[in-house]
T-cell receptor, first 115, second 118 residues
Framework: AQKVTQAQTEISVVEKEDVTLDCVYETRDTTYYLFWYKQPPSGELVFLIRRNSFDEQNEISGRYSWNFQKSTSSFNFTITASQVVDSAVYFCALSEAHDRYQLIWGAGTKLIIKP | DTGVSQDPRHKITKRGQNVTFRCDPISEHNRLYWYRQTLGQGPEFLTYFQNEAQLEKSRLLSDRFSAERPKGSFSTLEIQRTEQGDSAMYLC????????????????FGPGTRLTVL
């Protein structure tokens, strides 16, 4: 069965530290898509990145980077030089090609950046 | 291009009352989704539309819940005879699925409607 696990319930770091949020997924499909969303205290889910299963290249966007490893079924998210504005709940999600409307969500990781 | 909008942002109602929420998707998006999210949890899928057709409904969507997307643009979610357990954030998302269906459709979310049932 498909599943997304975010084992870290809450992470607290001091500003400017680097932090990695873990995401492990399970799927039987060979074609699937992985997502990260950010949910700040305001509540709106903000799309960060989508990665398909055939593209294992890591991606960097400013202070954000993502490490996709099919061998370990992981799609980890790193924030470099964290800032207070990065404080939010971060969700990892999975969709499978045969059922693309269905996003399977992790439980989320609450990230607290202390000044 | 404006994002997904939802109205109202907050709704407080008494148990037993009916409430209706509206979602305006990103223009040209042909898919629209409704989710419910309670504190400390990820979003739970409720239903989705492709154009005006409601293609899937979760078993979470009891017969007190009804959703419409009459012209394939905005959507409404109505909850009849509200219960305290309906208190949650109701999220709407939209996406665009290509006619060939070859690429995935990334869901973009609105700010949500927070419902409190007293």
């Amino acid at each position: 069965a498909q599943k997304v696990t975010q084992a870290q319930t809450e992470i607290s770091v001091v500003e400017k530290e680097d932090v990695t949020l873990d995401c492990v997924y399970e799927t039987r499909d060979t074609t699937y898509y992985l997502f990260w969303y950010k949910q700040p205290p305001s509540g709106e889910l903000v799309f960060l990145i989508r990665r398909n299963s055939f593209d294992e290249q890591n991606e960097i966007s400013g202070r954000y980077s993502w490490n996709f490893q099919k061998s370990t079924s992981s799609f980890n998210f790193t924030i470099t030089a964290s800032q207070v504005v990065d404080s939010a709940v971060y969700f990892c999600a999975l969709s499978e090609a045969h059922d693309r409307y269905q996003l399977i969500w992790g439980a989320g990781t609450k990230l607290i950046i202390k000044p | 291009d404006t994002g997904v909008s939802q109205d109202p942002r907050h709704k407080i109602t008494k148990r037993g009352q009916n409430v209706t929420f509206r979602c305006d998707p990103i223009s040209e998006h042909n898919r629209l989704y409704w989710y419910r999210q309670t504190l400390g949890q990820g979003p739970e899928f409720l239903t989705y539309f492709q154009n005006e057709a409601q293609l899937e409904k979760s078993r979470l969507l009891s017969d007190r819940f009804s959703a419409e997307r009459p012209k394939g643009s905005f959507s409404t979610l109505e909850i009849q005879r509200t219960e305290q357990g309906d208190s949650a954030m109701y999220l709407c998302a939209s996406s665009f699925l290509t006619s060939g269906g070859a690429s995935t459709d990334t869901q973009y979310f609105g700010p949500g409607t927070r419902l409190t049932v007293l």
